[in-house]
């Protein structure tokens, strides 16, 4: 839907019937995931395997400036043991900063 809003966005753009709209959009993509999948290819770990990993996918995602906005839909794989302990630490530090706002809140209240 969005890529049919943007192809007409533009005050000059030719009106064109719907299946060259989408075999224009399929092109398009089709080019786009060959460019994300070649520069991820050569700047990643699977080059030796020759492979092409998830991780050389997340890598080019988090490290390329043009790649950047999949960030969030091609994140870094992490061990469910690791997330769950980030989460303890991140619940920690919260309960940390509570306690620490309710000690100078108690202060503030003696003075």
Same mark, same amino acid.
């Given at each position: 839907? !969005? +890529?049919?809003?943007?192809? *007409? $966005?533009? =005050? #000059?753009?030719?009106?064109? =019937? #719907? +299946? =060259? ?6 092109? &398009?993509?089709?080019?786009?995931? #060959?460019? !994300? $999948? &070649? ?13 092409? &990993?998830?991780? /050389?996918?997340? *890598? &080019? ?6 790649? #950047?906005?999949? $960030?969030?839909?091609? +994140?870094?794989?992490?061990? $469910? ?8 630490? @991140?619940?920690?530090? @919260? /309960?940390?900063?509570?306690? *620490?706002? *309710?000690?100078? /809140?108690? /202060? @503030?209240? @003696?003075?």
């Amino acid at each position: 839907m !969005l +890529p049919k809003l943007v192809m *007409n $966005a533009g =005050p #000059q753009v030719i009106r064109l =019937p #719907q +299946p =060259p709209k989408l075999l224009g959009l399929q092109a &398009t993509m089709e080019l786009f995931v #060959q460019c !994300l $999948a &070649t520069h991820s290819y050569r700047h990643g770990s699977g080059k030796e395997k020759k492979v092409l &990993t998830y991780s /050389d996918l997340a *890598n &080019t995602a988090q490290e390329s400036e043009t790649f #950047q906005f999949l $960030a969030d839909i091609l +994140p870094k794989k992490i061990l $469910a043991s690791k997330y769950l302990k980030m989460l303890k630490e @991140e619940k920690r530090e @919260e /309960d940390e900063e509570n306690d *620490n706002d *309710n000690e100078s /809140d108690h /202060d @503030e209240a @003696e003075s």
